[in-house]
């Protein structure tokens, strides 16, 4: 690979990287509503999986993650269901916080890499954003159900429902209003990126 490609790809990541940053610590970033909150992280993770693959896109999930993991303890804004799993297991907290963004920036990866080679890079772009909000909500509630669907704390949220009307009922109008503006936003913005020569047409 050549010095110029590498040059560019990590100034790419870098800015993303500022600017997902810059949305973790303002209000920029996330939606307060109930426990849970709207979060426009997914889109800067979506870009990187975009213009920079697979890697690209799990360093900038990985990146979401750490910063989702730190409201647990009041860094960066608090998530008051943060705060409460954290009290039950840390350990389990950062995984439930972590890991479901680090795959979710992987898997994107090789989603726009599959769409654009069976349709276009247009589209693959809207394909990506709004498969980072649907993956980022499917494994956040996978990972907080299998991890903590036991506890106190959660059986009192899930109140004796079924777990898919549970889960459905309680992430609700966040993930619908996720999906819509991740899924406009990358596709613009990605296509810009296209045009301007920031991602890989082959």
Known sequence: MKT???TRQLTVL???????LLMAY???GYLNIGPLAISFNVIPVALAAITLGPAGGAAAGAVFGLTSFLQCIGVGGVSSMGVVLFGINPVLAFIQRFVPRLLDG???GYIFRGVKK???ARLSCFVTGFFSAF???LFFMTALVVLFGNTEYMQGLIGGKNIILFVCGFVGINAV???VSS?????????ALLKAGLVNRD
């Open 183 to 191: 899924t406009i936003i990358t596709g613009a913005v990605g296509f």
């Open 177 to 179: 209003c996720e999906m």
């Open 14 to 20: 870098g800015l993303l990287t500022g600017i997902l």
């Open 106 to 108: 992987l898997l994107l």
């Open 135 to 137: 993956l980022n909500t």
């Open 26 to 28: 303002t209000p920029l």
């Open 118 to 120: 069976a349709s276009n």
């Open 4 to 6: 110029s490609t590498k």
